[in-house]
């Protein structure tokens, strides 16, 4: 158990350009989720997968914010045309049944 | 109103003190609860999970849920300094909806 892993650790982008964010969760575990934290705040809910199904997607994503997870293993997160207001840390999180999560360490994101 | 509600701090206590952490939710749905402690610039970390009225204890640490009164909270018995951190309150039903966290600092 290598615990969730995260990439990349940071990323700075140009404002209106494309960036994709890969997580790897713990093997046993099927779910998977996706939180974005912005300073001072709590981590806000984006989306969530059951193996490769994405049972929920925030009503605040936008549609630029697309998600995959194929094959039930790891997972992609896709921010099209990023603006300013994207820059926040990216936070992906596993767990098994009933638990808590386990968080990867995040990907940072600045938006240029 | 916000779905989970903490107070921000920051809470300051001095070392060897009990820190009381509290957090209160809107959705009576809601089945589990948990604390996470988060290290500044660091991801969040689970410390505690309560699914039940009553108490539960780990070691220093002991959750307290009150579902009439939607109501959690996290005592932390013997504070120490690396004990301070950011607390995030989460309520889960299904996924976690977290509180905006209290701030502690505890002073050697």
């Known amino acids: 158990d290598t615990g969730v892993s995260q990439n990349p650790r940071h990323k700075i982008t140009k404002r209106g350009q494309n960036v994709t964010f890969r997580c790897d969760p713990i093997?046993?575990?099927?779910?998977l989720y996706w939180y974005r934290q912005t300073l001072g705040q709590g981590p806000e809910f984006l989306t969530y997968?059951?193996?490769?199904?994405?049972?929920?997607k925030s009503r605040l994503l936008s549609d630029r914010f697309s998600a995959e997870r194929p094959k039930g293993s790891f997972s992609t997160l896709e921010i099209q045309r990023t603006e300013q207001g994207d820059s926040a840390m990216y936070l992906c999180?596993?767990?098994?049944?009933?638990?808590?999560?386990?968080f990867g360490s995040g990907t940072r994101l600045t938006v240029v | 109103q916000k779905e989970v509600e903490q107070n921000s701090g920051p809470l300051s206590v001095p070392e060897g003190a009990i820190a009381s952490l509290n957090c209160t939710y809107s959705d009576r749905g809601s089945q589990s609860f948990f604390w996470y402690r988060q290290y500044s610039g660091k991801s969040p970390e689970l410390i505690m999970s309560?699914?039940?009225?009553g108490d539960k204890e780990d070691g220093r640490f002991t959750a307290q849920l009150n579902k009439a009164s939607q109501y959690v909270s996290l005592l932390i018995r013997d504070s120490q300094p690396s004990d301070s951190a950011t607390y995030l309150c989460a309520v889960d039903a299904g996924k976690s909806t977290f509180g905006d966290g209290t701030t502690l600092t505890v002073k050697p």
């Open positions: 309560i699914y039940s009225n």
């Open positions: 093997s046993e575990h099927n779910r």
């Open positions: 999180a596993s767990r098994g049944q009933g638990s808590g999560y386990t």
């Open positions: 997968f059951q193996n490769e199904a994405q049972l929920e």
